[in-house]
Structures are given as structure tokens and as C-alpha cells.
């Protein structure tokens, strides 16, 4: 059985920062690129960063460039999203993914094979 369980969330000032974690297990880690993506009320979910299987790789969303940076330790099965300078357009549920797809670069969230429960991340003024 597949779990991905997010951690980390919380309340935070603008401009502070978080460290996400994605636990992961009943699945072979290092065979799946890992994805973050973020749903804000009354929004769409959207791709937020994206990091291949053997972790070469990464690709950001524009919005946070330069601001989040993914990675992943395939030691504890566990990808991370770090998060620094936090706005409150940040304020969404976090939700990893993880898609065994990985002759491309995948950030669609209806691409996934596999999603966590979210945590959620409030970022206040």
C-alpha cells in the first residue's frame, strides 16, 4: 500500500520561511519523480516543483522561483520543499505526488500516481 504523508505546515509570517517533508513508502522511491503542488481556496491545484528520480533535476513554477527549492533523500524515501520569503499568496494546502512516468517532465496533477493528504500552509500579513 502507497503512502505519501506530507508535514510541515503551519502558520507563518510573510517572509518567514518552512521546510515541507513528503514521507513515502509502498512504493520503490527512487523509481518515481516527486512533485509539489498547492491548492488555495476557491482555486485550482497547481504545480508548484517537480524533482526527477535520481534528483538531477528539478523545475519550478514560476511563482516561486528562487523562493522554494525541492529535493529529495532517497535514503529516507522523503522529498522536501523548502520554502523561504513566504507570502500570502503562498497560503494554500501543500500536497505531494509522486508519477512513475519518468520519460518526461510531468506537472499535471491528473498525471499523478500517487498523492498525499496535504498539509497546509497559512502565511499571514
Known amino acids: 500500500q502507497v503512502q505519501l504523508v506530507e508535514s510541515g505546515g503551519g502558520l507563518v509570517q510573510a517572509g518567514g520561511s518552512l521546510r515541507l517533508s513528503c514521507a513515502a513508502s509502498?512504493?520503490?522511491?527512487?523509481?518515481?519523480?516527486m512533485v509539489w503542488f498547492r491548492q488555495a481556496p476557491g482555486k485550482d491545484r497547481e504545480f508548484v516543483a517537480h524533482?526527477?528520480?535520481?534528483?538531477?533535476?528539478?523545475y519550478y513554477a514560476e511563482s516561486v522561483k528562487g523562493r522554494f527549492t525541492i529535493s529529495r533523500d532517497s535514503a529516507e524515501n522523503t522529498a522536501y520543499l523548502r520554502m523561504i520569503s513566504l507570502t500570502p499568496d503562498d497560503t494554500a494546502v501543500y500536497y505531494c505526488?509522486?508519477?512513475?512516468?519518468?520519460?518526461?517532465?510531468?506537472?499535471?496533477?491528473?498525471?499523478?500516481?500517487?498523492w498525499g493528504r496535504g498539509t497546509l500552509v497559512t502565511v499571514s500579513s
Open positions: 505526488a509522486a508519477n512513475l512516468d519518468t520519460r518526461y517532465r510531468h506537472i499535471s496533477p491528473r498525471d499523478m500516481d500517487y
Open positions: 509502498g512504493l520503490t522511491f527512487s523509481r518515481y519523480a
Open positions: 524533482i526527477s528520480e535520481s534528483g538531477g533535476s528539478t
